[in-house]
């Protein structure tokens, strides 16, 4: 069984910094990318930043140039460094790896339980 597991969210200002990270355990043969996705309440979960195995980025055009997404392959983990905090960054944010196989037969998508980030102005 995969687990990813979050950390890092928190109350912050406006204008200031956190780093999320979600760390993928369990037995891993390969991931094809990972990703961070957020929900504020009352709107859909939308993709903040993702990060696939040969290190291609692609960001929300809301946060383009505020955060950066990188991951250490070889742990299996990622992080979501998010800089000049807005409050309408404020959501949870939920850690996915896409494609994840556990075996040579099964592959799927893992989701993380969520972190708080809270932005205020």
């Known amino acids: 069984q995969v687990q990813l597991v979050e950390s890092g969210g928190g109350l912050v200002q406006a204008g200031g910094s956190l780093t999320l990270s979600c760390a993928a355990s369990g037995t891993i043969f390969s991931i094809n990318g990972m990703a961070w996705y957020r929900q504020a309440p009352g709107k859909q979960r939308e993709l903040v930043a993702r990060i696939i195995s040969g290190s291609s980025t692609n960001y929300a055009d809301s946060v383009k140039g505020r955060f950066t997404i990188s991951k250490d392959n070889a742990k299996n983990t990622v992080h979501l460094q998010m800089n000049s905090l807005k409050p309408e960054d404020t959501a949870v944010y939920y850690c996915?790896?896409?494609?994840?196989?556990?075996?040579?037969?099964?592959?799927?998508?893992?989701w993380g339980q969520g972190t708080q980030v809270t932005v205020s102005s």
């Open positions: 996915n790896a896409d494609r994840v196989r556990t075996s040579n037969w099964v592959m799927r998508d893992y």
